[in-house]
């Protein structure tokens, strides 16, 4: 059974960094399109960044551009969100799912085209 497990969340200042990961048990990596998802108080799911099976493509919201990079290291079958720079609007709780298209992170990259989601990590940036 695919599961996927968040961690990496904490408390940051304004203007500091913290790298999330997200451990995938049960299978495989390697063939999967993993998503960042975030969900901010009273706010819905929203992408945060996607990365392809492949590695070598990614995509990000606007919001996060030149700030956030992902990356996934399939030998110890984890990807990695490198959040930098971080403002208070990054607040949120952090989930990563699954899906098997690429098509879904370069075109279409919402929450209803993930699955398997994990149970999420709490982002706070606050001074």
């Known amino acids: 059974q695919l599961q996927l497990v968040e961690s990496g969340g904490g408390l940051v200042q304004p203007g500091g960094s913290l790298r999330l990961s997200c451990a995938a048990s049960?299978?495989?990596?390697?063939?999967?399109?993993i998503g960042w998802f975030r969900r901010a108080p009273g706010k819905e799911r929203e992408g945060v960044a996607c990365?392809?099976?492949?590695?070598?493509?990614?995509n990000y919201t606007d919001s996060v551009k030149g700030r956030f990079t992902i990356s996934r290291d399939n030998a110890k079958n984890t990807v990695y969100l490198q959040m930098n720079s971080l403002k208070p609007e990054d607040t949120a709780v952090y989930y990563c799912?699954?899906?098997?298209?690429?098509?879904?992170?370069?075109?279409?990259?919402?929450?209803?085209?993930?699955?398997?989601w994990g149970q999420g990590t709490q982002v706070t940036v606050s001074s």
């Open positions: 990365i392809d099976s492949s590695g070598y493509h990614s």
């Open positions: 799912a699954a899906t098997t298209s690429n098509w879904f992170c370069y075109h279409e990259f919402v929450r209803s085209n993930f699955g398997s």
């Open positions: 049960g299978f495989t990596l390697d063939y999967y399109v």
